[in-house]
């Protein structure tokens, strides 16, 4: 069985609205989310200053947010499959690690000096190794009780 807290209330309710705050972001405010995740101050820009593929791009990314906050909501709110979970949490694991190296360019410090991270990058790094380490606590089973596998063994 799946545990109310915190997987359900993680993976249901708090990373999906993380998700669609970021897909917000990157669709109606993309110059605030670019200067915000490159952690430098730059001129002020507005949508209709930045170029075609920048746009087209963020507005994929927040298209792939979203993919992400309803495929994470409603397929996971739809089955107590430990087995259906494992899998999803597990592709959204290997997402995980792919969204932390788009980091790197920064250098290798913002990966550890989060007194020095703004919000951006507090979504972008440290809420990513919370998603990470909790879908990894959920594949390695820790406080998942799987009955199925349990009815086996009798």
Excluded at 12 to 41: D, H
Excluded at 79 to 99: E, P
């Amino acid at each position: 069985m799946i545990p109310f807290f915190p997987y359900r209330v993680f993976f249901l309710y708090i990373e999906p609205v993380s998700a669609l705050v970021g897909a917000y972001y990157a669709a109606f405010r993309p110059a605030e989310y670019l200067q915000l995740l490159t952690m430098k101050p730059l001129s002020p820009v507005g949508i209709e200053q930045l170029s075609m593929p920048v746009s087209m791009s963020l507005f994929q990314l927040a298209n792939l947010y979203l993919l992400f906050a309803l495929n994470e909501r409603l397929v996971l709110s739809s089955t107590d499959s430990i087995k259906t979970w494992k899998r999803v949490l597990f592709c959204l694991f290997i997402a995980d690690l792919g969204h932390l190296l788009t980091m790197a360019p920064l250098g290798g410090e913002v990966f550890w000096r989060f007194w020095e991270w703004n919000a951006m990058i507090w979504g972008s790094v440290g809420f990513v190794y919370a998603g990470a380490t909790m879908r990894l606590c959920f594949l390695l089973g820790l406080g998942v009780r799987d009955e199925s596998a349990s009815r086996k063994l009798v």
